[in-house]
T-cell receptor
Framework: SQKIEQNSEALNIQEGKTATLTCNYTNYSPAYLQWYRQDPGRGPVFLLLIRENEKEKRKERLKVTFDTTLKQSLFHITASQPADSATYLCALHTGGFKTIFGAGTRLFVKA | DAGVIQSPRHEVTEMGQEVTLRCKPISGHDYLFWYRQTMMRGLELLIYFNNNVPIDDSGMPEDRFSAKMPNASFSTLKIQPSEPRDSAVYFC????????????FGSGTRLTVV
């Protein structure tokens, strides 16, 4: 069956370090993959999109990689700050306009 | 733009009652999505519309759920009759050029069915 897996356990890191979140998928061949941030009581907010023919994409302190052979995307936040604490969701485009979301990984950045 | 607007923010209702959730998408966005989020199942796509026409409703759990989009600026998700297992946060999202901007989500409606 089709599955998207993100680190189920929360990630705790120290301010200033790089946070790395993982998104693995099976039985999909997505044309692109998206990353969202979700704060408690709010809807997800779009951060970045990476296409299947792109290996890496950057936006300010964010970097996303996409390995279609490994069926994995890595999401990096460099020089992390306490304000980066949130849940991060990966989402796969599976055809038509259908997008499937992972369960998310909670990130805590300690000052 | 005020973003995607959902109402109400919170809804508590008794089992068996009808519930209507409302959404106003961003002006100019031609796609509208309804998602449901629970701890157990995460974010699930229920239905989506393109230019007010329902395209894929395969995620709608049962006949108790229905969604309409009478015009480009308004959509409803109705549950009749409601059951406790429908308790969740329901999100509406809209999009135009998803490859550039992804989806814009509303703040959600937290539904509790007692």
């Amino acid at each position: 069956s089709q599955k998207i897996e993100q680190n189920s356990e929360a990630l705790n890191i120290q301010e200033g370090k790089t946070a790395t979140l993982t998104c693995n998928y099976t039985n999909y061949s997505p044309a692109y993959l998206q990353w969202y941030r979700q704060d408690p009581g709010r809807g997800p907010v779009f951060l970045l999109l990476i296409r299947e023919n792109e290996k890496e994409k950057r936006k300010e302190r964010l970097k996303v990689t996409f390995d279609t052979t490994l069926k994995q995307s890595l999401f990096h936040i460099t020089a992390s700050q306490p304000a980066d604490s949130a849940t991060y969701l990966c989402a796969l485009h599976t055809g038509g306009f259908k997008t499937i979301f992972g369960a998310g990984t909670r990130l805590f950045v300690k000052a | 733009d005020a973003g995607v607007i959902q109402s109400p923010r919170h809804e508590v209702t008794e089992m068996g009652q009808e519930v209507t959730l409302r959404c106003k998408p961003i002006s100019g966005h031609d796609y509208l999505f309804w998602y449901r989020q629970t701890m157990m199942r995460g974010l699930e796509l229920l239905i989506y519309f393109n230019n007010n026409v329902p395209i894929d409703d395969s995620g709608m759990p049962e006949d108790r759920f229905s969604a309409k989009m009478p015009n480009a600026s308004f959509s409803t998700l109705k549950i009749q009759p409601s059951e406790p297992r429908d308790s969740a946060v329901y999100f509406c999202a809209s999009s135009s050029d998803r490859e550039q901007y992804g989806y814009t989500f509303g703040s959600g409606t937290r539904l509790t069915v007692v």
